[in-house]
């Protein structure tokens, strides 16, 4: 029986024409499907067009506007496939994870380096081997690129131009995609069929900081009645700089006001560890929420959306510390 997949485009490189300004979004649903010779007697490709939007240009409400189109045809497909743009794919990949509860179908997020209409893209490729893990029938939210396959909670953007842009941070592959052929690295468990729901209520008050060798304490005072939550990338393990130009007293200032905040680490692999150094046991631990492993791509939408939960700190707390798509191992 053939799979019937829908796929959804939002602009981005993969779509992108030669502008007065440089490349920018300009192709359709429909024009993208043109392009690729695909053998179809394993399943049959409907197409809509989302918006067209270079994804520098992404926003939670472009999330939400993402959510609900898979949402809305989930009776009528066997799986999702989303083109978009590399630059905040992973990002988007996150919030889609969260905002789609007990998803038991595939969403396969896809893009490229290279538009499609240029001769040595990697567009064709992606599509095919997006299509084709949508076809397997295993449920969850996933990135496809250059053959590989990253649970959606652990895409990063690694590199700005070669193929193989993004990589798996802190997780394993969950597949590679040879042809026809996909190999597994990493066993899925089987998703218990529940009612697909969308829980799509983002609160976008929130900021992310990278802490800086001689940042203005004073700079925090910025942040004071503009947002609900903040994250700080720290250093190393992670910590707050507590001596001369000190930043501990600020953090505690904005926790006092009612501001969540999270810490989390500047380095890419193996997450913060608040408990090694005194810069991080000087933290308030009850009251800030530690990021354990998860990446900063998948922190702010988690954030965004728990805080479209509740603002009960202990609640966002909760949210924020429970694994969730397996963003915290």
């Given at each position: 029986m053939k799979k019937k997949i829908?796929?959804?485009?939002?602009?981005?490189?993969?779509?992108?024409?030669?502008?007065?300004?440089?490349?920018?979004?300009?192709?359709?649903?429909?024009?993208l499907l043109r392009y690729l010779s695909i053998d179809r007697s394993k399943y049959t490709i409907d197409s809509q067009s989302l918006m067209d939007i270079d994804s520098t240009n992404m926003q939670p409400e472009h999330w939400v506007k993402m959510a609900q189109a898979?949402?809305?045809?989930?009776?009528?497909?066997?799986?999702?496939?989303?083109?978009?743009?590399?630059?905040?794919?992973?990002?988007?990949?996150?919030?889609?994870?969260?905002?789609?509860?007990?998803?038991?179908?595939?969403?396969?997020?896809?893009?490229?380096?290279?538009?499609?209409?240029?001769?040595?893209?990697?567009?064709k490729k992606n599509i095919k081997d997006a299509i084709r893990f949508a076809c397997d029938g295993i449920g969850g939210v996933y990135v496809v690129f250059?053959?590989?396959v990253i649970l959606g909670t652990r895409a990063i953007k690694l590199r700005t131009k070669s193929y193989d842009a993004f990589e798996s941070i802190n997780y394993p592959y969950i597949?590679?995609?040879?042809?026809?052929?996909?190999?597994?690295?990493?066993?899925?468990?089987?998703?218990?069929?529940?009612?697909l729901q969308l829980e799509a209520s983002l609160n976008t008050d929130v900021c992310l900081l990278k802490l800086h060798p001689g940042m203005k304490p004073?700079?925090?005072?910025?942040?004071?009645?503009?947002?609900?939550?903040?994250?700080?990338?720290?250093?190393?393990?992670?910590?707050?700089?507590?001596?001369?130009?000190?930043?501990?007293?600020?953090?505690n200032e904005l926790i006092e006001l009612g501001m969540v905040v999270v810490i989390t680490t500047q380095c890419l692999e193996e997450g913060e560890d608040l408990s090694i150094y005194e810069v991080g046991r000087k933290i308030n631990h009850h009251a800030i929420i530690r990021s354990?492993?998860?990446?900063?791509?998948?922190?702010?939408?988690?954030?965004?959306?728990?805080?479209?939960?509740?603002?009960?700190?202990?609640?966002?707390?909760?949210i924020m510390e429970t694994p969730i798509a397996d963003d915290i191992i």
């Open positions: 829908l796929l959804l485009t939002t602009g981005g490189t993969i779509a992108s024409v030669e502008g007065e300004n440089g490349l920018t979004p300009g192709m359709k649903a429909e024009e898979v949402y809305q045809n989930d009776d009528r497909y066997d799986g999702f496939v989303i083109t978009h743009g590399t630059d905040t794919m992973a990002y988007t990949s996150a919030a889609l994870s969260y905002m789609l509860r007990n998803v038991n179908k595939p969403v396969v997020i896809t893009g490229s380096q290279v538009p499609i209409t240029f001769k040595k893209t990697d567009a250059d053959s590989r597949a590679f995609i040879h042809n026809e052929n996909i190999e597994y690295n990493k066993q899925v468990p089987v998703a218990k069929h529940k009612k004073e700079f925090l005072d910025c942040l004071k009645g503009s947002y609900k939550g903040v994250v700080i990338e720290s250093y190393g393990s992670g910590g707050i700089p507590f001596e001369e130009r000190s930043l501990l007293n600020k953090v354990r492993n998860m990446n900063t791509e998948a922190i702010v939408p988690k954030l965004m959306w728990a805080l479209g939960k509740t603002e009960d700190l202990a609640e966002v707390k909760q």
